[in-house]
């Protein structure tokens, strides 16, 4: 099935360590998504793709980078680690011209 | 501020109770609208969706939604719950209207279902 995978489900990073979360889809959509999600928080976009383009939401912090080396693939790199960035880490695709978007299953990030 | 506002963050109902979960946004124009559904341990679905056409819209699992447009409300209705509802709703705008699709979430509703 055509899907959107991250990986992993639970990741555990000191304060200060840098840490790579991965996403994947097999769908072929030219959007890819990073979404931030505390808890009991809405979801928050930090930034997305559009093919090569990257576009990044005015209050993500610099800490937040991303990579997308090719359609299948994009990372959300986090440089340094504060207790605050403890979150689920959300990854979504969709076609410019869709209707919705398809989620991963989320990497719950815990800084210890 | 621009903002998607859900009215409860938790609802506990019984088991064929109707069910109504408030959504409310701020935003001007044209806009889309989205229920989302988030299952334990699982990923964000689509429950349903508005573009245009008939403000009452249908969707999967005997969910619907009205949009009101002069209330800038997109309420979810269900009138008869099941256990197997039990999940989180989260409802999202997409502001522009079409073409890129930036969905900005409200903060969701956690729904509990009592047999």
């Known amino acids: 099935d055509a899907m959107v995978i991250q990986n992993p489900r639970y990741q555990v990073t000191q304060f200060g360590k840098p840490v790579t979360l991965s996403c994947s889809q097999t769908l072929n959509h030219n959007v890819m998504y990073w979404y931030q999600q505390k808890s009991s928080q809405a979801p928050k976009l930090l930034f997305h793709?559009?093919?090569?383009?990257?576009?990044n939401e005015a209050d993500t912090p610099d800490n937040f980078q991303s990579r997308r080396p090719n359609t299948s693939f994009c990372f959300l790199d986090i440089r340094s680690p504060g207790l605050g960035d403890a979150a689920m880490y959300l990854c979504?695709?969709?076609?410019?011209?869709?209707?919705?978007?398809?989620f991963g299953s989320g990497t719950r990030l815990t800084v210890v | 501020a621009q903002s998607v506002s859900q009215h409860n963050h938790h609802v506990i109902l019984s088991e064929a109770a109707s069910l109504e979960l408030g959504c409310n946004y701020s935003?001007?124009?044209?806009?889309?609208l989205f229920w989302y559904v988030q299952y334990p341990g699982q990923h964000l679905q689509l429950l349903l969706k508005?573009?245009?056409?008939?403000?009452l819209v249908k969707g999967i699992k005997g969910f619907e939604a009205e949009f009101i447009k002069s209330k800038f409300s997109f309420n979810l209705r269900k009138p008869s719950v099941q256990w197997s509802d039990t999940a989180e709703y989260f409802c999202?705008?997409?502001?522009?209207?079409?073409?890129?699709?930036?969905?900005?979430f409200g903060a969701g509703t956690r729904l509990a279902v009592h047999p």
């Open positions: 979504a695709t969709s076609r410019p011209d869709s209707d919705g978007y398809t």
């Open positions: 935003y001007g124009g044209t806009v889309n």
């Open positions: 999202a705008v997409n502001p522009s209207g079409g073409g890129y699709n930036k969905l900005i």
């Open positions: 508005y573009f245009s056409g008939d403000p």
């Open positions: 793709y559009y093919d090569k383009d990257f576009n």
